[in-house]
Nanobody
Framework: QVQLVEVGGGLVQAGGSLRLSCVAS????????VGWFRQAPGKEREFVAG????????DYADSVKGRFAISRDNAKNTVYLQMNSLKPEDTAVYYC?????????????????WGQGTQVTVSS
């Protein structure tokens, strides 16, 4: 059974930084594309960032480009989201997601597996 567990959320002031981690209980984790999404109160869940199985390819929502960085450590079955220059509008529950992709690069696919989410709150 695949499980994704996010950690690292919290309260931070505007302009600050946080790093989220997502640990996956997946065999052959290196064959999975991974992504981060977020959902703010009263809004739909939105894509934040995605990364290919190798880490070579990345994709970001325009709203976070230049501020957020996705990375992964396949040896640790972990994907990260480094968030810098945080803004109050970044406040949301953040979710990691995974989808088996072999050695292909899937751009914003329909992910199969999701974590339970971690709250990020940015105060002004």
């Amino acid at each position: 059974q695949v499980q994704l567990v996010e950690v690292g959320g919290g309260l931070v002031q505007a302009g600050g930084s946080l790093r989220l981690s997502c640990v996956a209980s997946i065999s052959a984790f290196s064959s999975y594309s991974v992504g981060w999404f977020r959902q703010a109160p009263g809004k739909e869940r939105e894509f934040v960032a995605g990364m290919s199985w190798s880490g070579f390819n990345t994709d970001y929502a325009d709203s976070v480009k230049g501020r957020f960085a996705i990375s992964r450590d396949n040896a640790k079955n972990t994907v990260y989201l480094q968030m810098n220059s945080l803004k109050p509008e970044d406040t949301a529950v953040y979710y990691c997601a995974a989808k088996w992709s072999g050695d292909s690069w899937l751009t914003r696919p329909d992910y199969d597996y999701w974590g339970q989410g971690t709250q990020v709150t940015v105060s002004s």
